[in-house]
């Protein structure tokens, strides 16, 4: 990328600051999670070296390096603003493993070495295509020999929907110079044309329906996500086709529910189960207007063209989080297999099993249990001809009722009696909402007094000092009724994952 345009669009990024989040399909254990399961031998989590490409402010990549001490982590990004911004965050938070550099990908220094996992998440469909090949280029000279490249980009045909709406901004807005006014006229745009019109056809509605979509998003992703510039969508066969120029392999998706034909009719998974799992890919995203993609790519991928179903025998299992969330607000996970089908050629039985083995994971959050305890637990209410657990967890696994684990997740599903949260989300909770929680997902505490509770949970305060220190919140209730409200609270925090 020459001089200038990495000035613009650093100066751009420097003038509307994007927001960054975390996510969890990024995360190092969940891409060595889904490397094993596709019969890979990815580099260990713990020790792991991390780089993120276009890490911007560092709120995907900071949490991973404070979960993560004996790991090494390297972000860059081209804005300065938000390169200090991180830096300062991982100044106060004492991460040492971390080191932000204000760099081009295309002039990363040699010195910060090799890794076993790149992050470049927002970047490929955002940057003109000699950063995308210099992307590609730095994962064939730099990750390890089972590493894992994770890349995420706008994809057609659903990016068509997209496409058209960026168009449409751009024409609108285009001769406006200031950022914030750009934004704006933008909005209100969207406004205008997410209003029902006089015609009623199919393509009408799902422009509308965009438009809809990109009027409540915050300013940040609206001007960078919505109207950036570049703004490339590609097909999924075209990107595998460049990433192999580099001699770079299709792994799988990051999210793994995205790879299989749940939701499609019968007929078209029909037609589409005897493909190559490639051409597969890319007809399962037709069949769905997909229109955005997590993809992991490696060196050399395995023969396989599936989950190993093997692999799963020493993994820890969990609920997947919709299935924890709907239990807090008093919903039946099982009723998830209501909602998601039946899943294929399952057996009443089977799905009844199924149904009580969520119940039981969620009653567990956000403990992760060993497969073989889980072998255990099923085979005494199974007949001996029924499937074995790891061939139920895979598929499981694929609909997204459950998620796999190389290692156990560290949070505790039980506060003790000197309850303790993450460093990062006590500090993050002594300044936001947002809050980052052990399995690396963001949730937000719009509630003051349950932040308040958070940020004093450092291990060195009992329960009954907790009650003392919080009476100021709550002056007129009794001191059972703060006891109570404080247990509450932590046995709420224990099932969001953010006790260690």
């Given at each position: 990328?020459n001089n200038?345009?990495?000035?613009?669009l650093?100066?751009?990024?420097?003038?509307?600051?994007?927001?960054?989040?975390?996510?969890?399909?990024?995360?190092p254990?969940?891409?060595?999670?889904?490397?094993?399961?596709?019969g890979?031998?990815?580099?260990?989590?713990?020790?792991?070296?991390v780089?993120?490409?276009?890490?911007?402010?560092?709120?995907?990549?900071?949490?991973?390096?404070?979960a993560?001490?004996?790991?090494?982590?390297?972000?860059?990004?081209?804005?300065?603003?938000?390169?200090?911004?991180?830096?300062?965050?991982?100044?106060?938070?004492?991460?040492?493993?971390?080191?932000?550099?204000?760099e081009?990908?295309?002039?990363?220094?040699?010195?910060?070495?090799?890794?076993?996992?790149?992050?470049?998440?927002?970047?490929?469909?955002?940057?003109?295509?000699?950063?995308?090949?210099?992307?590609?280029?730095?994962?064939?000279?730099?990750?390890?020999?089972?590493?894992?490249?994770?890349?995420?980009?706008?994809?057609?045909?659903?990016?068509?929907?997209?496409?058209?709406?960026?168009?449409?901004?751009?024409?609108?807005?285009?001769?406006?110079?200031?950022?914030?006014?750009?934004?704006?006229?933008?909005?209100?745009?969207?406004?205008?044309?997410?209003?029902?019109?006089?015609?009623?056809?199919?393509?009408?509605?799902l422009?509308?329906?965009e438009?809809?979509?990109i009027?409540?998003?915050?300013?940040?992703?609206?001007?960078?996500?919505?109207?950036?510039?570049?703004?490339?969508?590609?097909?999924?066969?075209?990107?595998?086709?460049h990433?192999?120029?580099?001699?770079?392999?299709?792994?799988a998706?990051?999210?793994?529910?995205?790879?299989?034909?749940?939701?499609?009719?019968?007929?078209?998974?029909?037609?589409?189960?005897?493909?190559?799992?490639l051409?597969?890919?890319?007809?399962?995203?037709?069949?769905?207007?997909?229109?955005?993609?997590?993809?992991?790519l490696?060196?050399?991928?395995?023969?396989?063209?599936?989950i190993?179903?093997?692999?799963?025998?020493?993994?820890?299992?969990?609920?997947?989080?919709?299935?924890?969330?709907?239990?807090l607000?008093?919903?039946?996970?099982?009723?998830?297999?209501?909602a998601?089908?039946?899943?294929?050629?399952?057996?009443?039985?089977?799905?009844?099993?199924?149904?009580?083995?969520?119940?039981?994971?969620?009653?567990?959050?956000?403990r992760?249990?060993?497969?073989?305890?889980?072998?255990?637990?099923?085979?005494?209410?199974?007949?001996?001809?029924?499937?074995?657990?790891?061939?139920?967890?895979?598929?499981?696994c694929?609909?997204?009722?459950?998620?796999?684990?190389?290692?156990a997740?560290?949070?505790?599903?039980?506060?003790?009696?000197?309850?303790?949260?993450?460093?990062?989300?006590?500090?993050?909770?002594?300044?936001?909402?947002?809050?980052?929680?052990?399995?690396?997902?963001?949730?937000?505490?719009?509630?003051?007094?349950?932040?308040?509770?958070?940020?004093?949970?450092?291990?060195?305060?009992?329960?009954?000092?907790?009650?003392?220190?919080?009476?100021?919140?709550?002056?007129?209730?009794?001191?059972d009724?703060?006891?109570?409200?404080?247990?509450?609270?932590?046995?709420?925090?224990?099932?969001?994952?953010?006790?260690?």
């Amino acid at each position: 990328m020459n001089n200038r345009t990495t000035a613009d669009l650093a100066e751009k990024y420097d003038t509307v600051a994007y927001v960054g989040q975390p996510n969890p399909l990024t995360h190092p254990a969940h891409l060595a999670t889904v490397a094993t399961l596709f019969g890979l031998a990815p580099p260990s989590v713990d020790t792991c070296r991390v780089l993120e490409v276009g890490c911007g402010d560092g709120a995907n990549l900071l949490p991973m390096a404070m979960a993560l001490p004996h790991a090494r982590f390297v972000g860059c990004d081209i804005a300065p603003r938000a390169i200090e911004a991180a830096r300062a965050v991982a100044a106060e938070l004492g991460l040492a493993n971390a080191t932000l550099l204000t760099e081009d990908l295309t002039s990363l220094p040699a010195h910060v070495g090799d890794f076993d996992y790149i992050i470049a998440h927002g970047l490929y469909s955002w940057v003109p295509a000699l950063v995308r090949d210099a992307l590609f280029t730095l994962a064939a000279q730099r990750l390890s020999i089972n590493g894992v490249l994770f890349v995420s980009y706008n994809a057609y045909p659903g990016c068509h929907i997209r496409r058209a709406a960026w168009d449409i901004l751009h024409f609108h807005t285009d001769a406006i110079v200031d950022a914030q006014a750009q934004i704006k006229a933008a909005r209100t745009l969207a406004g205008l044309l997410a209003e029902p019109g006089a015609t009623h056809e199919a393509s009408d509605a799902l422009l509308r329906e965009e438009f809809r979509r990109i009027e409540s998003r915050s300013d940040s992703a609206l001007f960078h996500d919505d109207m950036g510039s570049p703004n490339d969508p590609i097909y999924f066969h075209e990107f595998i086709a460049h990433a192999q120029r580099f001699g770079l392999d299709f792994l799988a998706e990051a999210s793994l529910p995205m790879m299989s034909v749940g939701g499609l009719s019968a007929n078209m998974s029909r037609f589409v189960a005897g493909m190559g799992r490639l051409v597969r890919e890319q007809y399962i995203d037709f069949a769905r207007m997909r229109r955005f993609r997590q993809t992991l790519l490696c060196r050399a991928a395995p023969s396989t063209t599936g989950i190993v179903i093997t692999a799963i025998a020493k993994m820890y299992v969990s609920a997947a989080t919709p299935l924890i969330r709907s239990s807090l607000a008093g919903k039946d996970p099982g009723a998830a297999l209501n909602a998601e089908g039946s899943g294929g050629e399952q057996s009443t039985h089977e799905v009844a099993t199924l149904r009580e083995l969520l119940r039981w994971l969620v009653a567990q959050s956000p403990r992760a249990a060993p497969v073989a305890e889980v072998k255990a637990w099923y085979r005494a209410r199974t007949p001996p001809a029924q499937p074995e657990i790891e061939t139920i967890l895979a598929e499981a696994c694929m609909r997204g009722l459950v998620q796999l684990h190389v290692d156990a997740p560290a949070a505790t599903f039980l506060a003790d009696e000197f309850p303790v949260a993450s460093p990062m989300a006590r500090w993050q909770a002594s300044r936001q909402e947002q809050i980052t929680n052990l399995r690396h997902e963001s949730l937000r505490l719009p509630d003051a007094a349950a932040r308040r509770l958070l940020a004093l949970l450092d291990g060195s305060r009992s329960r009954v000092a907790l009650h003392t220190t919080m009476a100021v919140e709550w002056p007129e209730s009794r001191v059972d009724e703060i006891r109570q409200r404080i247990d509450d609270y932590l046995g709420h925090f224990a099932k969001l994952a953010l006790l260690s």
